[in-house]
Protein backbone atom coordinates (compact mmCIF):
# COMPACT_ATOMS: atom_id res chain seq x y z
CA UNK A 1 0.00 0.00 0.00
CA UNK A 2 0.60 3.35 -0.03
CA UNK A 3 3.02 5.02 2.68
CA UNK A 4 3.29 8.12 4.20
CA UNK A 5 6.07 9.61 6.54
CA UNK A 6 6.03 11.83 9.41
CA UNK A 7 8.98 13.52 10.97
CA UNK A 8 9.71 13.84 13.78
CA UNK A 9 7.31 10.97 15.02
CA UNK A 10 7.89 12.75 18.76
CA UNK A 11 9.18 16.45 19.83
CA UNK A 12 9.26 17.78 22.97
CA UNK A 13 9.86 21.67 23.21
CA UNK A 14 10.06 24.62 25.57
CA UNK A 15 6.85 27.00 25.37
CA UNK A 16 7.41 29.63 22.92
CA UNK A 17 9.52 27.84 20.58
CA UNK A 18 8.26 26.60 16.49
CA UNK A 19 8.06 23.48 15.94
CA UNK A 20 8.41 21.98 12.13
CA UNK A 21 6.50 18.95 11.31
CA UNK A 22 6.97 16.91 7.85
CA UNK A 23 4.67 14.64 6.06
CA UNK A 24 6.46 13.01 2.73
CA UNK A 25 4.53 10.63 0.10
CA UNK A 26 7.02 8.15 -0.18
CA UNK A 27 5.85 6.36 -3.39
CA UNK A 28 3.12 8.80 -4.86
CA UNK A 29 2.33 12.14 -5.57
CA UNK A 30 -0.04 13.46 -3.87
CA UNK A 31 -2.41 16.38 -4.89
CA UNK A 32 -3.82 17.25 -1.55
CA UNK A 33 -2.34 16.71 1.99
CA UNK A 34 -4.59 17.06 4.98
CA UNK A 35 -3.58 18.29 8.67
CA UNK A 36 -4.98 16.80 11.41
CA UNK A 37 -4.92 16.93 15.26
CA UNK A 38 -6.24 14.14 17.86
CA UNK A 39 -6.00 15.35 21.59
CA UNK A 40 -5.54 11.95 23.54
CA UNK A 41 -8.62 9.74 23.87
CA UNK A 42 -10.59 11.85 21.19
CA UNK A 43 -11.53 11.75 17.57
CA UNK A 44 -9.22 13.42 14.75
CA UNK A 45 -9.74 17.12 13.82
CA UNK A 46 -9.31 17.98 10.21
CA UNK A 47 -7.16 21.57 10.70
CA UNK A 48 -6.44 22.64 7.20
CA UNK A 49 -6.59 21.59 3.80
CA UNK A 50 -3.16 21.83 1.65
CA UNK A 51 -2.94 21.77 -2.14
CA UNK A 52 0.61 21.95 -3.79
CA UNK A 53 1.26 25.29 -5.07
CA UNK A 54 -0.95 27.32 -3.27
CA UNK A 55 -2.20 28.26 -0.27
CA UNK A 56 -3.91 25.69 2.67
CA UNK A 57 -7.02 26.28 3.30
CA UNK A 58 -7.91 26.23 7.00
CA UNK A 59 -10.66 24.62 9.30
CA UNK A 60 -12.85 27.07 11.12
CA UNK A 61 -11.39 27.96 14.28
CA UNK A 62 -7.95 27.06 13.06
CA UNK A 63 -5.34 29.44 13.45
CA UNK A 64 -3.53 29.94 10.08
CA UNK A 65 -0.90 32.44 11.73
CA UNK A 66 -0.14 29.85 14.20
CA UNK A 67 -0.08 26.63 12.25
CA UNK A 68 1.46 27.40 9.11
CA UNK A 69 1.32 25.39 6.26
CA UNK A 70 3.50 24.69 3.49
CA UNK A 71 3.00 22.41 0.28
CA UNK A 72 6.00 22.89 -1.46
CA UNK A 73 6.16 19.40 -4.20
CA UNK A 74 4.00 16.73 -4.59
CA UNK A 75 5.69 14.94 -2.12
CA UNK A 76 6.23 17.26 0.89
CA UNK A 77 3.79 19.36 3.21
CA UNK A 78 5.05 20.88 6.46
CA UNK A 79 2.88 21.78 9.18
CA UNK A 80 4.66 24.29 11.08
CA UNK A 81 3.31 25.00 15.02
CA UNK A 82 4.70 28.89 15.77
CA UNK A 83 5.20 29.93 19.23
CA UNK A 84 3.81 26.87 20.76
CA UNK A 85 2.46 26.19 24.00
CA UNK A 86 1.11 23.61 26.35
CA UNK A 87 -2.29 23.78 24.90
CA UNK A 88 -0.82 23.32 21.46
CA UNK A 89 0.44 19.90 22.77
CA UNK A 90 -1.16 16.84 21.16
CA UNK A 91 -0.84 14.40 18.46
CA UNK A 92 -0.35 15.37 14.71
CA UNK A 93 -1.23 13.70 11.73
CA UNK A 94 -1.28 14.25 8.22
CA UNK A 95 -2.66 12.39 5.16
CA UNK A 96 -2.07 12.59 1.58
CA UNK A 97 -4.69 11.80 -1.98
CA UNK A 98 -2.72 10.13 -4.23
CA UNK A 99 -2.52 11.81 -7.81
CA UNK A 100 -2.15 8.37 -9.50
CA UNK A 101 -4.83 6.35 -10.93
CA UNK A 102 -3.13 3.47 -9.73
CA UNK A 103 -3.84 3.71 -6.00
CA UNK A 104 -7.81 3.27 -4.48
CA UNK A 105 -10.13 6.45 -5.61
CA UNK A 106 -10.58 9.49 -3.30
CA UNK A 107 -9.09 7.86 -0.26
CA UNK A 108 -6.27 8.75 2.29
CA UNK A 109 -3.12 7.39 3.54
CA UNK A 110 -2.35 8.06 6.41
CA UNK A 111 0.88 9.32 7.86
CA UNK A 112 2.48 7.39 11.54
CA UNK A 113 1.13 10.73 13.21
CA UNK A 114 3.94 13.17 15.38
CA UNK A 115 2.88 13.43 19.02
CA UNK A 116 3.82 17.04 20.24
CA UNK A 117 4.09 17.95 23.85
CA UNK A 118 5.02 21.39 24.92
CA UNK A 119 6.37 21.81 27.98
CA UNK B 1 -18.94 20.78 7.67
CA UNK B 2 -20.38 17.05 7.90
CA UNK B 3 -21.11 15.96 11.01
CA UNK B 4 -20.82 12.50 11.91
CA UNK B 5 -21.22 10.79 14.90
CA UNK B 6 -20.83 7.18 16.08
CA UNK B 7 -22.34 5.13 18.92
CA UNK B 8 -21.38 3.67 20.80
CA UNK B 9 -18.19 5.26 22.19
CA UNK B 10 -17.09 2.45 24.43
CA UNK B 11 -17.88 -1.10 23.63
CA UNK B 12 -16.71 -3.93 25.83
CA UNK B 13 -17.72 -7.25 24.49
CA UNK B 14 -17.37 -11.05 25.41
CA UNK B 15 -14.87 -12.79 23.09
CA UNK B 16 -17.62 -14.78 20.88
CA UNK B 17 -20.37 -12.22 20.71
CA UNK B 18 -21.83 -9.83 17.90
CA UNK B 19 -21.78 -6.68 18.02
CA UNK B 20 -22.52 -3.15 16.22
CA UNK B 21 -20.94 -0.29 15.56
CA UNK B 22 -23.48 3.36 14.24
CA UNK B 23 -21.89 5.76 11.68
CA UNK B 24 -24.18 8.77 11.11
CA UNK B 25 -23.71 11.67 9.54
CA UNK B 26 -25.24 15.01 8.74
CA UNK B 27 -25.59 15.71 5.04
CA UNK B 28 -24.56 13.77 1.80
CA UNK B 29 -21.94 12.13 1.72
CA UNK B 30 -21.68 9.25 -0.97
CA UNK B 31 -18.33 8.08 0.45
CA UNK B 32 -17.28 6.65 4.05
CA UNK B 33 -14.83 5.16 5.21
CA UNK B 34 -13.89 2.81 8.58
CA UNK B 35 -10.55 2.96 10.31
CA UNK B 36 -8.50 1.59 13.37
CA UNK B 37 -6.44 2.68 15.74
CA UNK B 38 -4.01 0.98 18.10
CA UNK B 39 -2.99 3.13 21.05
CA UNK B 40 -0.79 5.51 20.02
CA UNK B 41 -0.45 4.61 16.55
CA UNK B 42 -1.69 6.12 13.54
CA UNK B 43 -5.13 5.34 11.71
CA UNK B 44 -5.31 2.33 9.23
CA UNK B 45 -7.82 1.73 6.32
CA UNK B 46 -10.18 -1.16 6.93
CA UNK B 47 -13.29 -0.61 4.02
CA UNK B 48 -13.74 2.09 1.65
CA UNK B 49 -18.05 2.21 0.83
CA UNK B 50 -18.50 4.71 -2.22
CA UNK B 51 -22.14 3.59 -3.27
CA UNK B 52 -25.41 3.03 -1.80
CA UNK B 53 -26.57 -0.28 -0.83
CA UNK B 54 -22.49 -1.17 -0.07
CA UNK B 55 -21.52 -4.09 1.71
CA UNK B 56 -17.62 -4.99 2.43
CA UNK B 57 -16.55 -8.01 4.99
CA UNK B 58 -12.86 -8.53 5.60
CA UNK B 59 -12.84 -11.29 8.32
CA UNK B 60 -14.68 -10.72 11.74
CA UNK B 61 -16.09 -7.05 9.97
CA UNK B 62 -18.15 -6.62 8.13
CA UNK B 63 -19.26 -2.76 6.78
CA UNK B 64 -22.25 -1.21 5.39
CA UNK B 65 -23.45 2.10 3.86
CA UNK B 66 -27.44 3.54 3.39
CA UNK B 67 -26.89 6.69 1.69
CA UNK B 68 -30.63 7.58 2.33
CA UNK B 69 -30.46 7.15 6.26
CA UNK B 70 -26.93 8.64 5.72
CA UNK B 71 -25.64 5.52 8.00
CA UNK B 72 -23.41 3.07 7.97
CA UNK B 73 -23.00 0.58 10.41
CA UNK B 74 -19.67 -1.64 11.33
CA UNK B 75 -20.63 -5.31 12.21
CA UNK B 76 -18.33 -7.12 14.37
CA UNK B 77 -18.73 -11.35 14.30
CA UNK B 78 -17.57 -13.95 16.81
CA UNK B 79 -15.07 -10.99 18.70
CA UNK B 80 -11.49 -12.18 19.41
CA UNK B 81 -9.46 -10.43 21.48
CA UNK B 82 -7.13 -8.90 18.42
CA UNK B 83 -9.75 -6.57 17.48
CA UNK B 84 -9.69 -4.59 20.84
CA UNK B 85 -8.93 -1.19 19.52
CA UNK B 86 -10.53 2.10 18.76
CA UNK B 87 -12.66 2.57 15.01
CA UNK B 88 -13.64 5.51 13.32
CA UNK B 89 -15.63 6.09 10.60
CA UNK B 90 -15.18 9.21 8.43
CA UNK B 91 -17.36 10.74 5.99
CA UNK B 92 -15.77 12.68 3.17
CA UNK B 93 -17.27 15.83 0.95
CA UNK B 94 -16.98 17.50 -2.46
CA UNK B 95 -13.27 18.32 -1.43
CA UNK B 96 -12.27 15.03 -0.19
CA UNK B 97 -12.14 16.53 3.61
CA UNK B 98 -12.62 13.26 5.72
CA UNK B 99 -14.86 14.39 8.54
CA UNK B 100 -14.33 11.59 11.49
CA UNK B 101 -16.81 10.21 13.61
CA UNK B 102 -16.09 10.51 17.75
CA UNK B 103 -14.37 7.21 17.69
CA UNK B 104 -15.43 3.51 19.45
CA UNK B 105 -13.28 1.77 21.36
CA UNK B 106 -13.47 -1.39 21.29
CA UNK B 107 -12.48 -3.42 24.35
CA UNK B 108 -13.21 -7.82 23.90
CA UNK B 109 -12.86 -9.44 27.32
CA UNK B 110 -11.81 -13.18 27.13
Known amino acids: GAVVSQHPSRVICKSGTSVKIECRSLDFQATTMFWYRQFPKQSLMLMATSNEGSKATYEQGVEKDKFLINHASLTLSTLTVTSAHPEDSSFYIC???????????????FGPGTRLTVL | ELKVEQNPLFLSMQEGKNYTIYCNYSTTSDRLYWYRQDPGKSLESLFVLLSNGAVKQEGRLMASLDTKARLSTLHITAAVHDLSATYFCAASNTGNQFYFGTGTSLTVIP
Open chain 1, 95 to 109: SARALDRGRAPDTQY
